[in-house]
């Protein structure tokens, strides 16, 4: 990856989010972490503002995003217009919304997720690559709502 992936989460998923952090820094995978920084209680729509906005803004490649069901901050990405975020607890899922659907963020629960599994889908995630083709008319379309 050429640019670094974005990292935040609210205190649900601060522990997942220390874990992925941890296997980034394992694998020389570069990162920016938005927070939290402590497991103190936090609002995920401001977590995921900041990481989505440095995706948008090119500072970042894709966004690993973290609460207690992934859930929440996966509808607070989605607000961010450009971002294609998607809340994953399974491996089928993690690689095919990157291969059709170009998702720009992974969403994940700390409290759905455990940090081997998390581990997993992240790495999934990040060396999956968006196949194109008849997918992108689909893109297309989705990036078109926000115009709407």
């Given at each position: 990856m050429s640019k670094p992936v974005a990292l935040a989460a609210d205190h649900g998923g601060y522990e997942l989010k220390e874990a992925i952090r941890k296997h980034l820094d394992e694998i020389g995978v570069a990162y920016k972490d938005f927070g939290s920084y402590t497991g103190e209680a936090c609002d995920y729509p401001d977590m995921a503002e900041a990481a989505c906005q440095a995706v948008v803004a090119g500072e970042c490649d894709k966004a690993l995003l973290f609460c207690g069901t992934?859930?929440?901050?996966?509808?607070?990405?989605?607000?961010?217009?450009?971002?294609?975020?998607?809340?994953?607890?399974?491996?089928?899922?993690?690689?095919?919304?990157?291969?059709?659907?170009?998702?720009?963020?992974?969403?994940?629960?700390?409290?759905?997720?455990?940090?081997?599994?998390?581990?997993?889908?992240?790495?999934?995630?990040?060396?999956?690559?968006?196949?194109?083709?008849?997918?992108?008319?689909?893109?297309d379309k989705v990036m078109a709502l926000e115009e709407k």
């Open positions: 992934g859930v929440g901050i996966s509808m607070s990405a989605n607000k961010v217009r450009g971002i294609r975020a998607c809340c994953c607890s399974d491996a089928f899922s993690a690689e095919y919304t990157r291969r059709h659907n170009d998702a720009n963020a992974l969403c994940m629960g700390g409290r759905v997720v455990g940090p081997g599994l998390g581990v997993y889908l992240v790495d999934l995630f990040l060396n999956t690559p968006f196949e194109g083709g008849r997918h992108q008319r689909r893109i």
